[in-house]
Each structure stands twice: as structure tokens, then as C-alpha cells.
């Protein structure tokens, strides 16, 4: 049989060339492309076993599948060395094979009444979720930034974190007592304050999915009586951050000058909290004179508390703890602070110095 190309006349000028309709592809794509097709028949070739199975009312048999996987891949990777080229990388057959093994589990699982799994879905699937627990180093949605409770999601298992509710739940205030019918300490709405200690000097609000940095009193950058003023050099005329809050404390947790390399708890992404990530942090239940936050920010006793990445050490000042909300009304001068030893926000000067605690996440 004559084999025919459909080839494009173009005609430049005097000059006639002539074009196949398909552009080339280099070795690495043709790589990429046949690692693509062998992935999709693995998955289709496990769907049509559990079909089978079904229909048989038998176990499923797989070992074609997983034996043809294996084969095809390695034929893809030697028939690149052939062209002289590399079509290894970070993803192995091995690896493919584990990841389709387990959504096809789940989709079959699904199907048969079971549901999908969803990350902090509150539950257990049987198939095709293996991250509920304290398996794979006991991560799970608070430790990763969002709300979600026990129920882990991690990359490593194949989960998107996207599954999880983001943060962003506003929490009781924590007051209980009752002055009447329709009353904070009646109705005491939304979720009790819930903290999780990371073990790294940092603590995750269940309810927002916010990390906060923990204070102690070692006299280092985290020390509890520690405070900064908003404005520096742009005092008396533009007041922007450019304050001791910048240059001394937030430089020094994201390791400005080291170029990242030795961040707080490993994160380079600490900022000052607005006025209303940091008011969700005052606690109403508790009486003035003690700072008003939940015992997760202020242990029994701070005295001797110079490690932060210990559950029993963490400190709180009965003072304003400044935000980056500037006041609106005073935008240029004032800025929002909250007050932990009687419980309120309010205006500060952006030129005097007030304690801060810095934030990630939420953003």
C-alpha cells in the first residue's frame, strides 16, 4: 500500500516551500506523550478488571495491568536512549502504578455506594484514602494551614489539599456567662477556640487555618517584651512600615539578610497580622489582669520559658500587640493595635513602640 502525505503549498514571493502539516516533536515529548498514553491505559486497564470482576462476582485481577505498566514504560525510556536523548524523571513507573492504583480503588469504591474520598471529610475510606490518622508523620489539614481536624491531606498520599476547607471560621469569643436571652454568653456562637502547637514555635487556630508565632521570654526575637514602632524614617511624613516592626522583627524571622536560608520554624512568609486576624485571638473569658488569650499563647507561668518549640512554653504580654491595619479616620498617624490585658482594639500612634506577634497564612 502507497502511503500519502498531505503536504501545504506556500507561495513567498518567487519562492515555493512546502510544510507537513504536524510540526516535530523532539524525543523528550514523544517520551512525555507515550509515558501519558501508558498511564491512561494502566488506569483504564484497572477500571475494566474491577468491571469484570463485577459482572463475575470474583476478586479483581490486576497482575496484567501492573505487568504491562512496567514493560511499556521501560520500552518508552530505552526507545529515548536510542535517539539519544534522556526521558528520565521524578516520577517513576513504580510511583505512577501506586497513584492510579489508589483513585481507581476509590472511584470503584465510590461507584459501589462508598463515596469519593475527600480530604477532611471526617471519615475513614476503606479504599482509596490511606491518609486518615497519624500515618506519614501524623500531617494532617491544621498542620497544614487549613481546617480539617484529624483527617490528614497531604501531597505524599496523593490528595489535594484544596479539599480542605480553607480557614477562615470566625470563633466564639469564649464568653459564657449569660446577661439575658440573645447574649454572647447565651447564644455563644460560632466554634470553641481550638489551637493545635506545631512543636516548631509556632500554633495553628483550627478554626482560621492562621499559624502564629509563639512568644517566650528568652530575650531573643520572640521574647514577649519585645516592641516596635510601624514608622521609622517615614515619620512625620509618609508613615509607612518601615519601623523597627519591619527592619528588627519581621527582617529577622524571614532571615532577610541571609537570604532565607534560616527562617523562623522554616517559613519566610511572616507578616503582621490586620486587625481582625489579630482580635480573633483574644479570649473574653478570662478577668483583667491576666492577658486575655486562650492557654495555648500564655502557659501557667512564663518564667524560665526559653524555648519556644515546647508545649509548655509560651508567653503573651497584658499589652497592645500592633496590626497592619492602619485606622481609617487617621490613616496617615494611627494604627490598629489589640489589647490583651482588657480586651479591645483600638488606635496607637504608628510612632511609638507596641508589642507584635506575626502571622501566616490566610492570604
Not at 482509596?128 to 489539614?141: K, P, R, W, Y
Not at 518564667?303 to 508567653?315: D, E, H, I, W
Request: proline share 2%; aromatic share 8%; hydrophobic share 35%.
Amino acid at each position: 500500500m502507497t502511503k500519502r502525505y498531505r503536504y501545504s503549498w506556500l507561495v513567498f514571493g518567487s519562492s515555493l516551500f512546502v510544510g507537513i502539516s504536524a510540526l516535530a516533536l523532539s524525543p523528550e515529548d514523544k517520551c512525555e506523550a507515550t509515558k501519558n498514553k501508558v498511564a491512561g491505559k494502566y488506569a483504564f486497564c484497572r477500571q475494566k478488571a474491577e468491571s469484570k470482576a463485577i459482572k463475575k462476582g470474583i476478586a479483581a485481577d490486576f497482575s496484567k495491568c501492573d505487568a504491562k505498566l512496567g514493560v511499556q514504560w521501560t520500552k518508552a525510556e530505552a526507545k529515548a536512549v536510542k535517539k539519544g536523548t534522556s526521558c528520565t524523571d521524578n516520577v517513576s513507573s513504580v510511583q505512577v502504578q501506586a497513584f492510579v492504583t489508589t483513585h481507581t480503588a476509590a472511584v470503584a469504591t465510590g461507584l459501589d455506594g462508598g463515596g469519593l474520598p475527600e480530604c477532611g471529610d471526617g471519615s475513614v475510606n476503606a479504599v482509596g484514602e490511606q491518609c486518615d490518622g497519624g500515618d506519614l508523620g501524623g500531617e494532617n489539614c491544621s498542620s497544614l494551614g487549613f481546617q480539617g481536624g484529624a483527617i490528614a491531606c497531604t501531597v505524599t498520599c496523593g490528595f489535594d489539599t484544596s479539599g480542605c476547607a480553607q480557614g477562615g471560621v470566625l470563633p466564639a469569643t469564649g464568653q459564657t456567662i449569660s446577661f439575658g436571652a440573645g447574649t454572647d454568653g447565651d447564644v455563644e456562637a460560632g466554634p470553641a477556640l481550638s489551637y493545635t502547637d506545631n512543636g516548631d514555635g509556632t500554633i495553628t487556630d483550627n478554626n482560621t487555618g492562621l499559624i502564629w508565632e509563639k512568644k517566650g521570654d528568652a530575650g531573643d526575637v520572640n521574647d514577649k517584651d519585645n516592641t516596635y514602632t510601624w514608622c521609622g524614617p517615614s515619620c512625620g511624613a509618609t508613615y509607612v512600615m518601615d519601623g523597627t516592626v519591619k527592619t528588627s522583627f519581621l527582617d529577622t524571622l524571614n532571615d532577610v539578610s541571609g537570604g532565607g536560608s534560616n527562617c523562623f520554624a522554616d517559613f519566610c512568609d511572616w507578616r503582621i497580622p490586620n486587625a481582625k486576624e489579630i482580635a480573633t485571638l483574644l479570649d473574653y473569658t478570662h478577668g483583667v489582669g491576666t492577658p486575655l488569650v486562650d492557654s495555648a499563647f500564655h502557659t501557667a507561668t512564663c518564667t524560665g520559658c526559653t524555648n519556644v518549640k515546647l508545649a509548655n512554653c509560651s508567653c503573651t504580654a497584658t499589652t497592645s500587640y500592633l496590626s497592619s491595619t492602619s485606622q481609617p479616620t487617621s490613616a496617615s498617624t494611627g494604627i490598629l493595635a489589640a489589647f490583651f490585658d482588657n480586651s479591645y482594639v483600638q488606635t496607637v500612634s504608628k510612632s511609638l513602640a507596641h508589642a507584635a506577634r506575626a502571622v501566616r497564612g490566610g492570604v
